[in-house]
């Protein structure tokens, strides 16, 4: 099993930034695409940013320009670099992590991290 554990929420005036952090752990080993999605309440899960192993990524239209995933092998980690933070990017922010899960019968299992506040004040 895959664990994912999210950091760097917090609480942040307008135009601020935060960087959020997602390590893995566990059986990580066939780990591919890997992202960052968010969501408010009475809202559905969205998609922030998104980054396969070769390095492409895939952003949400409210974050292109602001936002940045990137990703690091060697420290199992991945990153969101969030800049000129608004209030509509108030929300609870999960990592996810598409790999293998031999214990479901799943070679495209999504992992889920706990998730991470992130407040931005006006």
């Known amino acids: 099993q895959v664990q994912l554990v999210e950091s760097g929420g917090g609480l942040v005036q307008a135009g601020g930034s935060l960087r959020l952090s997602c390590a893995a752990s566990?059986?990580?080993?066939?780990?591919?695409?890997m992202g960052w999605y968010r969501q408010s309440p009475g809202k559905q899960r969205e998609l922030v940013a998104e980054?396969?192993?070769?390095?492409?990524?895939k952003y949400a239209d409210s974050a292109e320009g602001r936002f940045t995933i990137s990703r690091d092998n060697a420290k199992n980690t991945v990153y969101l670099q969030m800049n000129t933070l608004k209030p509509e990017d108030t929300a609870v922010y999960y990592c996810?992590?598409?790999?293998?899960?031999?214990?479901?019968?799943?070679?495209?299992?999504?992992?889920w991290g706990q998730g991470t506040q992130v407040t931005v004040s006006s």
């Open positions: 996810k992590a598409k790999g293998i899960n031999l214990r479901v019968g799943s070679y495209d299992y999504d992992y």
């Open positions: 566990g059986s990580i080993f066939g780990l591919s695409a």
């Open positions: 980054i396969t192993t070769a390095g492409s990524t």
